[in-house]
């Protein structure tokens, strides 16, 4: 069954200057409904724009229905308020949940690009919530769900839901993939998810999917829209979240939503912030959304997990730099969404949850946001908060409050991606100092997320990211006469270009020419900023001019695994001598034509001319013959092997052979025989060689273990000083005694020792017990030998004792 979350132990704060998402510019908005099953309340539009000449926004609800005209510009932007119940343009009641609606969701339009972001406090003032509306970037056919980490509770407050607002006609809405036993809400009731959902929606309709959370993980999972697929058969806008939700049981709750984009909307890389919350409530989510993404965080070189679509992994808040920062990137696109919160410490520290939704590192964005209107404010309920940006490392960033330049600290070096930098205000604004306007610049692309909080309510935001001012552009052109060298030259829109030529990275940097100096595919890719991996646009060439060329003669190795091969070039033409030669696609180069010493693998020959040029690479893949192999088979060999004892052995070969040697000699001489006999006295090891037809040589060995010969005296005197005094076993080589005990006549033991060695009689018996010297007479003696490793045997026999 598929994993639906990956959850490792958290610590601390996110920060949410990622943001692609939130109010971004465009001259059209589209805000889908939402569902509220508990704790609405004031519920707000906010419009600004960086445009100095005022023009007329019109807001229209779904249905077309004209609600309102707003005039706008730079110094005056426009607040509109929604309505305060749970039946609103921009809410869907529950009885309206799983069924097309017609007047609801907003459509804002008008003929200069604004931000649109909708605000809302719960009438207890105890939760807040932001969202961001993402213009023409909103409009997609597949995205990935995510909400508020989620627990189970008791109060029926919590859900989790899915807001969809559809501008074609014929829209078929599909919700699928999410977790096993899921259930939706509607029609007054639990209904069970048993498969895909859809719901036909016409231009300008909603819909609204709704999760509501029960005490009961089983029977309704607490994360079941988590990593949920939505997809529509046209081009639809799509709001999730939680509303209300926070991942403890019970007592505590925020709300957190916010406008989400499309795959193709979505990357790979993403630079994220601690912002001010605790450990329980900060947490990246990455979804992913094609099988087997790799995720990699701070630059780390081993993935720290791999994903398969719809599955999702919570990021400890421990992966954060201690500068407060976040480098993710991965192997494919991924959905990222943030939560986070609005206290770090106290009763609050779990109850004010925000989300966001995060853009990629996008160099294409514009360089301000101009302005965030109200930004610590939500109706007439006031916030403490502060500010949090991304901008490139080389790029001044300047914020001004009501105009006026205000200091943001220093810049903080991101772990993994020294292209970018971060800089968290966390205390810019508070309840008693609440600024008309915020606006940020920078001098290149810069991302803009803040958060706020009073008391349990809180909520956070992005304003920069999915609305590119500036998409890359490359167009290469040759100069030449086909004669090498030519040159490329690239112009368009970029800041820099990577030079390819085949598989091969030559440079890059800010030089839009490159000297060619060899036929082949040329590809120049120009890029934005430092983005060379995601904000680019690639042109090729290919090359087709004199160059060297020349013929060669290869010789494979004469054996198997031998480095004997050799690699000759002949009498280069098409250029100009002296020539260099290199087989290692041009590496390493050498003025002589002949190369040896060389085992199979792959090699790419290169011949350079005095000018520079060389030919395309030409690949040679050099093979050696098979592998050949011998080995030896016992065809008598007794077990145990005493000294002196018969051994007959084979030589088995993998080919036939013309010739083959034994050593040590065998005791029946038999030049180039594959049988051999021996009578080994000792260890011996016996070694075989053959040789096939072609010369080749093939060995192999096996050591033949013999147990040692083991002496024992036949009688000791211990009261003489002639060396005979002690009884213990001998053998030519040292072999352990694991036991060696000594008997009367009638079976009483006189002696015990165990784990010596033999051909020590300072370690055998002296001929007493219990400190009195044994009468005379003969002794029975057993003892267990180690005969080689891992292999004992018992030896007994007799000693006499003569005093």
Known sequence: MKMRRY???????????????????????????????????????????????????????????????????????????????????????????????????????????????????????????????????????????????????????????????????????????????????????????????????????????AEY??????????????????????????????????????????????????????????????????????????????????????GNKNPTIVLQAGDYYVVPTSAYSPAGNLYINTSQPVFLYQIIGGASTGGDAMRTAGLMFVPPINCGIPNRVNNIYQPNRIGGMTFDGGLMVVAMRDSSVTVRIDGVPVLIGTPDAVPGNPDFVTYRHLSLFSQDKTPDVISVEAQGAVQVAMYGRNMPASFAAFFSGFSKEV?????????????????????????????????????????TMLITYAPGRYIATGYLGVCRRNDSAVDTADLNFQSPQFPYSMEEPTCFGL?????????????????????????????????????????????????????RPYALTMGQPDSFSVEIVPIKLPEPLKPGLPVLLKGV????????????????????????????????????TVVDAEGCEAMTSMLLLVDPRIYAPNAIAPATFSGNDRF??????????????????????????SNFWTNDPKEGWDGTSGGKNVLPGVYVFWAEIEMAPGRTEVIKGSVTVVW
């Open 653 to 688: 070969p993998s080919v036939p052979v013309v010739g083959s040697s034994w050593s040590p000699a065998p005791l029946t001489p038999c030049p180039d025989c594959l049988l051999y006999d021996i009578k080994p006295e000792e260890n011996t090891l016996v070694e075989l």
């Open 471 to 511: 998409v890359p552009e490359i167009e290469l052109t040759v100069i030449g006469d086909g004669v090498c060298p030519d040159t490329l030259i690239a112009r368009g829109r970029f800041d820099g270009v990577q030079w390819i030529y085949e598989d091969s990275v030559l440079q890059y940097g800010k030089d």
């Open 213 to 298: 959370i029960t005490l009961n993980a089983l029977d309704q999972p607490p994360n079941g829209f988590m990593g949920a697929l939505l997809r529509a058969s046209k081009p639809v806008a799509v709001n999730c979240g939680s509303w209300v939700g926070a991942p403890v049981v019970d007592q505590a709750n925020d709300i957190g939503i916010d406008q989400i984009a499309p795959f193709e909307q979505v990357g790979k890389e993403y630079i994220l912030c601690r912002g001010n919350g605790s450990s329980i409530l900060e947490h990246p989510v990455v979804i992913a959304h094609v099988n087997n993404t790799a995720v990699w965080l701070n």
């Open 728 to 753: 213990t076993l001998f053998s030519k080589d040292p072999v352990m005694i694991h036991n060696l005990r000594i008997f009367d006549r009638w079976g009483n033991m006189q002696f015990s020792k």
């Open 7 to 209: 959850v490792f132990p958290v610590l601390a704060i996110a920060c949410f200057l990622s943001g692609d998402l939130l109010a971004q510019l465009d001259t059209i908005h589209y805000l889908p409904p939402m569902h509220a099953r508990d704790e609405w309340g004031p519920q707000y539009l906010y419009l600004s724009t960086p445009e100095v000449q005022a023009f007329d926004v019109s807001i229209r609800d779904g249905s077309g229905a004209l609600l309102a005209t707003a005039t706008i510009s730079n110094t005056q932007p426009y607040r509109m308020d929604l309505g305060a119940a749970f039946n609103t343009t921009v809410l869907i009641p529950y009885t309206d949940l799983h069924t097309p609606v017609k007047n609801k969701g907003l459509i804002i339009d008008g003929p200069k690009k604004f931000y649109a972001y909708f605000r809302v406090h719960a009438n207890s003032g105890f939760h807040a919530g932001d969202l961001t509306c993402k213009g023409r970037a909103a409009l997609g056919k597949e995205f990935r769900i995510g909400h508020v980490l989620q627990e189970v509770e008791s109060q029926s407050r919590r859900a989790n839901f899915v807001g969809v607002l559809a501008i074609s006609d014929s829209t078929l809405v599909i919700l699928s993939d999410c977790a096993p036993g899921t259930d939706l809400f509607y029609g007054g009731k639990h209904v069970p998810l048993t498969g895909p959902d859809s719901v036909w929606l016409q231009a300008g309709e909603s819909v609204a999917f």
């Open 563 to 615: 480095a004997n091969g050799e690699i000759s070039f002949g009498l280069p033409y098409g250029g100009i001598a002296p020539y260099q030669f290199s087989i290692d696609n041009g590496k390493t180069f050498s003025s002589n034509a002949f190369f040896d010493g060389l085992t199979a693998m792959d090699y790419k020959l290169v011949v350079r001319d005095s000018t520079g040029c060389y030919n």
